[in-house]
């Protein structure tokens, strides 16, 4: 009797992995807007391995799976599943907007990072694209690097003057952590705060308790709004430059990027002594 039980089990056992086949099933994160770095999960059974394809391209072999779209439109993304013999696969398509406001892209040494551009300044933001989409930026430096406060760049490396533009300061827009700002010559040679038309510089800052930054805005004469005060408060910021430079935009993506360019080694003159790049600055559409 024990030894036909134990038949029965083997051969039962046999039947079940037999008929057992590799099942692909994945979701995928909700889309917000671009760029849009989705997360898909995989939850196929009975698999050893797995294939991951955008358009029939493959871009993946990882369990799971977190990719960067940086453009819209129609997508096909498939996973195959695979358990050495046997393969399932599933496709689902994606359908990305193109993003409400205007976002570039911006790729430097130290990674890469996003901002939207702000409708409120439409000079510096027309100016800014106009330099993006002649090239202006390719292999540009930051070389001005100040820890703790900000990183600056667009400079000409050949020296030649920059232009500047019409001031859009605002009281709307802070320099808060991921702030975009034009940068400028000081005061006393440009008492209108005219921008550059090129060089521009994303704050890093630092935070702030609430009774500096109050003491602060009433130094300055300065009205913030609860949703700037937390924005301080949570991210901090240099609001010592508020209503001083103009902001047009403000970092969606790559926030660690801002540390790790802000942590270079620099010169007396807050130059990093190993460069750091703006390989490419692109529109996302």
Not at 130 to 137: F, L, P, Q, R, T
Not at 152 to 162: C, H, K, L, M, V
Not at 227 to 234: G, P
């Amino acid at each position: 009797m024990g030894t036909a039980r134990i038949l029965i089990y083997c051969v039962s056992t046999v039947f079940l992995v037999s008929c057992s086949r590799p099942v692909a099933y994945f979701t995928v994160s909700e889309f917000r807007q671009l760029p849009a770095e989705l997360d898909f999960s995989n939850s196929s059974q009975n698999a050893i391995s797995y294939r991951w394809y955008i358009d029939n391209q493959q871009v993946s072999e990882e369990e799971d799976m977190t990719y960067l779209f940086l453009h819209s439109g129609r997508y096909t993304v498939r996973l195959e599943a695979t358990d050495g013999k046997k393969t399932d696969d599933l496709s689902k398509e994606l359908v990305l907007a193109p993003p409400d406001d205007c976002i570039v892209w911006m790729e430097t040494s130290k990674g890469n990072m996003a901002f939207r551009l702000l409708e409120a300044t439409p000079i510096h933001r027309n100016n800014f694209l106009a330099k993006v989409e002649s090239g202006y930026y390719r292999n540009k430096l930051f070389h001005r690097v100040i820890g703790g406060f900000m990183i600056q760049g667009g400079r000409s490396q050949e020296g030649i003057a920059s232009e500047t533009i019409q001031a859009e300061i605002q009281a709307n827009n802070v320099h808060t952590r991921g702030a975009l700002a034009a940068a400028r010559m000081p005061d006393a040679m440009n008492p209108q705060k005219e921008s550059s038309d090129v060089e521009f510089f994303i704050v890093q800052g630092r935070k702030m308790d609430e009774e500096a930054l109050l003491n602060m805005a009433s130094e300055k004469l300065l009205d913030y709004t609860d949703l700037q005060i937390a924005a301080y408060l949570q991210r901090g910021g240099t609001p010592q430059l508020d209503m001083e430079y103009t902001v047009f935009g403000y970092l969606i993506y790559g926030d660690q990027v801002i540390d790790r360019i802000a942590s270079a080694k620099t010169d007396i003159n807050d130059k990093p002594i190993e460069d750091i790049l703006i390989q490419d600055i692109k529109v996302l559409n």
